[in-house]
């Protein structure tokens, strides 16, 4: 037993035998200071491992004390015999002082001898692998079994953990078998290692023969003046010169890079080759200029639509601020334009699509038109994945492409009639295109780059905004069409629609004319509309048997009012407002309809049976509402109305609203169903040149609607004089045209008594009728 200070080994194992150099640091330089300060220059060195000591050490000698070659002092040790460590004992200096009991080593036995030959065997293998040959002669030529295994300590594929364990292990025998066990797990390893290494090596070096083998074909077709197999150019240099933003342009030499390396029959190449064409024939850098001339601009509008005055004016409020930003050279927030997005709603043939066009001319730019109608798929909006067969970009990428201009105008046509499916929801995938304050960054799924649309001008279209998600319908701006009166269809059809059907039907204007007298006669008994559809199919039908009688007739000939019904046949639409209304129980109310504003009857009537109220017409769970709310008012106050209440309570009342084969809801029949039920109860027809529109409540409150406008112009259409509104629309009257607000008188109305009293006849007046 020997009393010996401590020498702390961190990340380190000293075994018997071993010569190593130590770095001095607090604890290591104690122990030798304290070794040598006692004349016996022995310390017993111990592994530490996360600041704990093992059972087992070595005893050493310090065989030298100095400095590296970088200046750090250390002490050269050598292992002398294993050592257990016994209890602290104390000694002079900082060193901590143990008692150290020596091992003794113990005899060879067993397979020890096999072990040890198995053992050189291997070792030899790793160190031939390393080309330490000198080691191997090293290793050859021990005879020592307990010198063989311990002198593993040096060995740098061993884990710290391994060599603690060789240390721990007095038996030499034990100490062989543990390191054949770990050199066999060594060469195995190392073996797995080199030959993915090897196949890593063999793939690069056939990609990049491959490649070289590529380059020289290329090079020899362009010396004999030939083309590519696949007639595709050299996309690297195709992409370096062309003129795309610093992203797009490292994405694009990423996959040109990918093309390079990819084999020709990799089903690869044909997507990134199609990906690179979509990007190089992509817009990136070209913008038409912008008409800066408002007066210009207003030309252009009010020669190609008449009427539109909303709109004309939106278009032109977005030019002068885009010219006002221009000049004082600001850009929006989060892009370089305005972000602007109409939605422009009305009924069919008012010119929605059209306006598109001519917004397009007035601000200079390119138009493309994208219809959106039964769509049901979110990828035909973001593109497909790369990844899918046939993937192609999305619709608002092939706008741009086709337009060649990054600030087009885009028409998103029909985007009330997109529809969910199994693929998504398109209108949602709408959001990210129309929102300013995030389409300067759209990212469509088949390209991945980022696309700045906040310089591209949306105008969608809807006949039923109500159908656009709400989510949708707030990123624009709405603007309604709500319909042309008789004077601007008559404009219309002289400006636009009947020289476009004469050019169409093969005629010149010296062969035929037609007179004002004759397109307002058929706008008002012939196609009753909100649009001019149905007029320019009128004009149409006209040129057609003209050109029929040109066969036979001298040219020009001229149609008149009076030469309609030989064209056109006898007037499908007359006045039926005061045939309808004669019969006391009907009420004349108007509507909104897919198709624009239409006049609506409604008809009660009473008969013995079962109290209660009957409804037919098909009607919808509001107009129900509004039938049961006009039956209990009336029942409620009619003494005070003048109406007996047992006129509409002891009997069957039948409440019907005609072409029973239409669906019709909507809160806007209230007054009318009011109007009718009461004008059954007294027996007093209800005036013939009145229409109504609006909601009722129980205690007689008349509510506000939607759509008054073309509410107005269908009464007008129709040949009604007067109307009654509720009276908070009547800041709606404002949008209404001049021409129609002189032709109507408008009452406006805010409880339901007024409105009885206003539309039904005076007793007096039904009894001179009666007589009459």
Same mark, same amino acid.
């Given at each position: 037993m020997a009393t010996l200070p401590v020498l702390p080994l961190t990340d380190a194992v000293l075994l018997p035998g071993m010569t190593v150099p130590v770095t001095l640091d607090n604890n290591t330089q104690a122990a030798v200071d304290a070794a040598r300060a006692a004349g016996d220059n022995r310390v017993l060195a111990v592994p530490r491992v996360d600041g704990e000591y093992g059972p087992t050490g070595v005893i050493a000698l310090i065989e030298k004390v100095g400095r590296l070659p970088d200046g750090e002092p250390a002490a050269v040790i050598r292992g002398l015999s294993r050592a257990k460590i016994g209890s602290g004992v104390p000694?002079?200096?900082?060193?901590?002082?143990?008692?150290?009991?020596?091992?003794?080593?113990?005899?060879?036995?067993? +397979?020890?001898?096999?072990?040890?030959? !198995?053992?050189?065997?291997? #070792? +030899?293998?790793?160190? &031939? &692998?390393?080309?330490?040959?000198?080691?191997?002669?090293?290793?050859?030529?021990?005879?020592?079994?307990? !010198?063989?295994?311990?002198?593993?300590?040096?060995?740098?594929?061993?884990?710290?953990? &391994?060599?603690i364990e060789l240390l721990n292990a007095p038996d030499v025998t034990a100490r062989l078998d543990l390191l054949v066990g770990w050199v066999r797990d060594y060469l195995a390893e190392q073996e797995v290692t080199e030959r993915i290494t090897n196949d890593v090596r063999e793939g690069l070096e056939k990609s990049q023969r491959e490649f070289l083998l590529r380059q020289q074909l290329a090079a020899i077709r362009k010396e004999l003046g030939e083309d590519e197999p696949d007639g595709s150019a050299d996309y690297r240099s195709r992409v370096e010169s062309a003129d795309l933003p610093e992203k797009v342009r490292e994405a694009a030499m990423r996959e040109v890079g990918k093309l390079e390396r990819a084999s020709d029959q990799s089903p690869e190449t044909s997507w990134i080759r199609t990906w690179l064409d979509t990007v190089l024939e992509m817009p990136w850098s070209t913008r038409t200029d912008d008409n800066t001339d408002l007066k210009a601009a207003r030309e252009v509008l009010d020669t190609d639509h008449a009427g539109l005055a909303d709109v004309k004016d939106r278009i032109l409020e977005y030019l002068a601020v885009r010219n006002r930003r221009a000049e004082r050279n600001l850009q929006v927030v989060g892009?370089?334009?305005?972000?602007? @997005?109409?939605?422009? /709603?009305?009924?069919? /043939?008012?010119? +929605?699509?059209?306006?598109?066009?001519?917004?397009?001319?007035?601000?200079?730019?390119?138009?493309?038109?994208?219809?959106?109608?039964?769509?049901?798929?979110?990828?035909?909006?973001?593109?497909?994945?790369?990844?899918?067969?046939?993937?192609?970009?999305?619709?608002?990428?092939? =706008?741009?492409?086709e337009a060649g201009s990054m600030n087009p105008v885009v028409l998103l046509d029909e985007v009330d009639k997109l529809a969910v499916g199994y693929a998504g929801d398109p209108a949602a995938a709408l959001l990210e295109v129309l929102d300013p304050a995030q389409n300067h960054t759209f990212r469509d799924h088949y390209l991945e780059v980022d696309l700045d649309l906040s310089d591209v001008l949306f105008l969608a279209t809807a006949n039923v905004v109500e159908n656009i998600p709400g989510p949708l319908l707030d990123r624009m701006e709405l603007v309604t069409l709500d319909g042309y009166t008789e004077e601007e269809k008559v404009a219309i059809g002289r400006d636009h629609l009947w020289p476009r059907q004469v050019e169409r039907a093969g005629l010149t204007p010296s062969e035929v004319s037609i007179t004002d007298e004759a397109l307002g006669?058929? =706008? *008002?008994?012939?196609?009753?509309?909100?649009?001019?559809?149905?007029?320019?199919?009128?004009?149409? +039908?006209?040129?057609?048997?003209?050109?029929?009688?040109?066969?036979?007739?001298?040219?020009?000939?001229? @149609?008149? !009012?009076?030469?309609? @019904?030989?064209?056109?046949?006898?007037?499908?639409?007359? $006045?039926?407002?005061?045939?309808?209304?004669?019969?006391?129980? #009907?009420?004349? *109310?108007?509507?909104?309809?897919?198709?624009?504003?239409? #006049?609506?009857?409604?008809?009660?009537?009473?008969?013995? *049976?079962? $109290?209660?109220?009957?409804?037919?017409?098909?009607?919808?769970?509001?107009?129900?509402?509004?039938?049961?709310?006009?039956?209990?008012?009336?029942?409620?106050?009619?003494?005070?109305?003048?109406?007996?209440?047992?006129?509409?309570a002891a009997k069957r009342i039948h409440l019907h609203v005609p072409a029973g084969a239409v669906p019709k809801d909507g809160p806007s029949a209230g007054i009318t169903m009011v109007t009718a039920l009461a004008s059954l109860a007294t027996g007093r027809p209800v005036r013939p040149e009145f229409g109504m529109t609006g909601e009722v409540t129980l205690s007689g409150r008349v509510l506000p609607i939607g759509g008054v406008k073309q509410k107005l112009l269908a009464a007008h259409r129709a040949g009604l004089t007067e109307v009654i509104i509720p009276a908070r629309n009547e800041p709606d009257l404002d949008d209404l045209p001049q021409e129609v607000r002189d032709a109507l008188t408008i009452h406006v109305l805010g409880d339901v008594s007024d409105v009885l009293a206003l539309a039904l006849r005076p007793a007096d007046e039904r009894e001179l009728l009666a007589a009459a």
């Open positions: 000694g002079p200096g900082a060193a901590l002082w143990v008692e150290a009991t020596e091992l003794d080593e113990t005899p060879p036995a067993g +397979k020890a001898r096999e072990l040890a030959t !198995e053992y050189k065997a291997l #070792v +030899k293998s790793v160190l &031939q &692998q390393r080309g330490a040959w000198q080691v191997i002669d090293a290793v050859e030529r021990m005879t020592d079994l307990s !010198e063989l295994a311990d002198s593993a300590g040096y060995a740098p594929w061993l884990s710290l953990e &391994q060599k892009g370089r334009g305005s972000g602007a @997005v109409l939605a422009l /709603g009305g009924p069919p /043939g008012v010119g +929605k699509t059209s306006l598109g066009e001519s917004v397009a001319r007035a601000l200079g730019r390119k138009f493309v038109r994208v219809s959106l109608g039964g769509i049901r798929d979110e990828a035909e909006i973001r593109g497909h994945r790369r990844t899918y067969v046939g993937a192609a970009p999305g619709r608002i990428v092939r =706008a741009l492409k006669a058929i =706008a *008002g008994e012939y196609t009753r509309e909100a649009g001019v559809r149905q007029l320019e199919r009128a004009l149409a +039908k006209i040129l057609r048997k003209v050109a029929v009688a040109l066969a036979s007739e001298s040219a020009p000939i001229r @149609v008149d !009012e009076t030469d309609l @019904v030989r064209y056109l046949g006898r007037p499908r639409f007359t $006045p039926e407002s005061a045939e309808r209304t004669a019969t006391p129980g #009907v009420a004349t *109310g108007l509507a909104v309809t897919g198709a624009g504003g239409d #006049v609506l009857f409604i008809e009660a009537t009473s008969m013995e *049976g079962e $109290p209660g109220l009957t409804l037919t017409g098909q009607l919808g769970d509001v107009m129900k509402e509004s039938a049961h709310i006009a039956l209990s008012y009336l029942r409620s106050n009619g003494k005070r109305l003048g109406i007996d209440p047992n006129a509409l």
